[in-house]
């Protein structure tokens, strides 16, 4: 069974702090992956693709590393509108596998 | 945003009735999925679609159906809806392309009493 693990958190943060997170997957095979934002009680909304050789996106940056099968997400400099659940996506053939999130909580 | 909605946003309904839920896009997209999420469980497919009248199961498909008769639409039915088919159901929707991610509807509380 495809899997994507992740530490749920919760992780509690300054502003303007820098926080990262990890997540592994299990089908080597993989070869998209995303990290998605999902606010309370809203749908998920897409925050970037991961590239194999890394991506930035303003303060954040995804990286993937496939010889051990993990994705990481870096937020710098994070903002009170940082605060979500943060989840973790596997494009296993034609269906996202998901992890079941990582919250994060940014306080002034 | 790409559209996309569900309808009802809201519904509670007793044990035993069926529900069909509806989603509903604009963007031409040929495959749309359904997914419920639960505490603990994260997301799971329930069902996908390819294409008009073709779908296949997901990780959590008993006691779901779904049909597909036009491009812009696909309907989850719960054929007996039980309480632990309380949950919130999002569907999506996805372009071709592999690293295109989907984009998700509003989603529908469905509360089973």
């Known amino acids: 069974r495809k899997e994507v693990e992740q530490d749920p958190g919760p992780f509690n943060v300054p502003e303007g702090a820098t926080v990262a997170f990890n997540c592994t997957y299990s089908n080597s095979a993989s070869q998209s992956f995303f990290w998605y934002r999902q606010d309370c009680r809203k749908e998920p909304k897409l925050l970037m693709s991961v590239y194999s050789s890394g991506n930035e996106d303003g303060r954040f940056t995804a990286q993937l590393n496939r010889a051990s099968q993990y994705i990481s997400l870096l937020i710098r400099d994070s903002k009170l509108s940082d605060s979500a659940t943060y989840l973790c996506?596997?494009?296993?053939?034609?269906?996202?596998?998901f992890g079941k999130g990582t919250t994060l909580s940014v306080s002034s | 945003d790409a559209g996309i909605t569900q309808s009802p946003r809201h519904k509670v309904t007793e044990t035993g009735t069926p529900v069909t839920l509806r989603c509903h896009q604009t963007?031409?997209?040929?495959?749309m999925y359904w997914y419920r999420q639960d505490p603990g469980h994260g997301l799971r497919l329930i069902h996908y679609?390819?294409?008009?009248?073709?779908?296949d199961k997901g990780e959590v498909s008993d006691g779901y159906s779904v049909s597909r008769s036009k491009t812009e639409d696909f309907l989850l039915t719960l054929e007996s809806a039980t309480s632990s088919q309380t949950s919130v159901y999002f569907c999506?929707?996805?372009?071709?392309?592999?690293?295109?991610?989907?984009?998700f509807g509003s989603g529908t509380r469905l509360t089973v009493v």
């Open positions: 999506a929707i996805s372009g071709l392309g592999q690293g295109d991610g989907y984009t």
């Open positions: 996506v596997d494009q296993a053939g034609t269906a996202l596998i």
């Open positions: 679609s390819y294409g008009v009248k073709d779908t």
């Open positions: 963007e031409n997209h040929r495959y």
